[in-house]
């Protein structure tokens, strides 16, 4: 597990203080260590990435008064209280106030460095747990959700929110597993339709002799079977959104009708000689160029140019490989939320492993591996052919621009674990300030983009 591993000591003694730092940096750990308590305080907020040893004798303010401060900052952070033979009452006290455990003097280097060990593991996965849940809190924010970095991505969330209450319809391409339906739901969310409801329908999902009824609804009597009138999805999504998914499946005869409704903005409902007026948009989805189709006449040419006023495409993973630790950070999140499971984030050898993958699935695919990571967690195989249950697939790329992919997303990874914290990144890197400041200004990494 890659913990956050912090620790403030407060002990007035300095030989304690002085053998304790010792100790507990050759473990591996940071440690800064006060005198007194009033002089720790400053350094304590509800974000500190780590835990806090105190001896409960202080002359002025005692261990016990501190742990009722600190608790007013973060009742969740592991305080571990020092105490002598004649303070182990107060010391059960203690940790019915909220302690996170107690260390009786004499204690062994042994007995200390595991208690640490444990509450660095408790701290690391709250805090996990609170990036996790105000994740999840923007995802239910008006917005873009669409996760990235790169340029592209940039680029796409920057057109979306441009487009997005101009009220034309739109066309996305993207391969499969890309995420085209997240790209329209973010259209609606940004725009002012976002009250009203967002439809999608798969054109490729519905048999070719429903798919009009689907769409366009009908009266009861109109067909055989027709017992009842029906809403098709152009009238349920009116002053909202409409996804045709998968629209270079939709049967030719049917984009006759599609490309009149998008010219007029009304419907018939099959078996009505009634208009409805509508005011919607209507998103088109394809995985195919249907530029390409409609020269071999399995599309009509008039509907894509209807559909392409505006187009958005979304690259593959392949070309945007430095979001993937991103994204599957975020996906591991989700699924921990979903299953109840607390897992450890993965090391750099694993996320070589998916680096190097050329992911034919997409985001998609990235999604089911990092669900399968959180339920599997220590079963996983990390070899690339036994992870994805299928052959690898990696592109010929030059050593140094693998390595300087792989650097950037390590320096990312560490500067969203740390919030942004220089002084965090340098140690869990451990790599000096001048070269750390060196690559970030290379890649374009802000320590401001990750708070």
């Known amino acids: 597990m890659a913990t956050n591993n912090r620790v403030i000591f407060i002990d007035d003694e300095k030989h304690i203080r002085q053998a304790n730092t010792q100790t507990l940096e050759l473990a591996d750990m940071v440690v800064t260590s006060f005198e007194s308590a009033e002089q720790a305080l400053p350094q304590i907020d509800k974000d500190l990435q780590g835990i806090i040893i105190c001896d409960i004798r202080l002359p002025q303010m005692d261990g016990m008064t501190f742990l009722n401060t600190v608790r007013t900052i973060d009742k969740d952070l592991p305080v571990i209280l020092i105490t002598g033979h004649g303070d182990i009452s107060m010391a059960v006290q203690a940790m019915r106030d909220g302690a996170y455990d107690f260390i009786e003097k004499p204690y062994s280097s042994e007995r200390l460095v595991k208690t640490v060990q444990r509450a660095l593991e408790k701290r690391t996965l709250t ?109 349920y999504a009116n002053g909202g959104t409409l996804l045709l998914d998968e629209i270079e499946s939709m049967p030719l005869h049917v984009q006759v ?43 009509r040419e008039d509907l894509y140019y209807r559909l392409n006023v505006v187009r958005l495409r979304i690259p593959p993973l392949r070309e945007r490989r430095e979001d993937i630790p991103l994204l599957f950070h975020h996906f591991i999140l989700v699924a921990c939320h979903r299953y109840q499971q607390e897992v450890p984030l993965p090391d750099s050898t694993q996320l070589n ?5 050329s992911w034919p699935g997409n985001v998609r695919e990235l999604r089911n591996v990092a669900e399968r990571y959180v339920l599997l967690g220590a079963q996983n195989d990390w070899s690339i052919d036994r992870l994805l249950s299928g052959s690898v697939h990696v592109e010929p790329r030059s050593l140094s621009r693998q390595v300087e992919i792989f650097e950037k997303s390590l320096i990312e990874q560490a500067l969203s674990s740390n919030n942004g914290s220089i002084k965090e990144v340098m140690d869990v890197l451990s790599i000096p300030r001048k070269t750390l400041s060196d690559k970030m200004r290379k890649y374009g990494l802000d320590k401001s983009d990750f708070k």
């Open 127 to 235: 805090l996990e747990n609170r990036n996790l849940r105000r994740e999840l809190e923007a995802q239910r924010t008006p917005g873009p959700r669409i996760i990235g970095k790169t340029e592209k991505i940039e680029r796409l969330r920057s057109t979306i929110a441009q487009v997005a209450d101009a009220g034309a319809d739109v066309l996305i391409s993207g391969d499969t597993g890309t995420g085209k339906e997240l790209v329209a739901r973010s259209l609606h969310e940004l725009s002012s339709r976002r009250t009203k409801n967002f439809v999608a329908v798969n054109c490729g999902a519905v048999s070719e002799s429903l798919i009009e009824s689907e769409l366009f609804g009908h009266e009861a009597g109109s067909f055989t079977d027709a017992r009842e009138k029906r809403i098709g999805k152009f009238e």
């Open 257 to 299: 009708h599609l490309l009149r409704i998008l010219q007029e903005r009304t419907v018939e409902r099959i078996g009505s000689n009634k208009t409805i007026p509508l005011d919607l948009r209507v998103v088109a989805a394809a995985k195919a160029d249907l530029r390409e189709l409609s020269d071999q006449g399995l599309f």
């Open 353 to 357: 492993a998916i680096m190097t993958y």
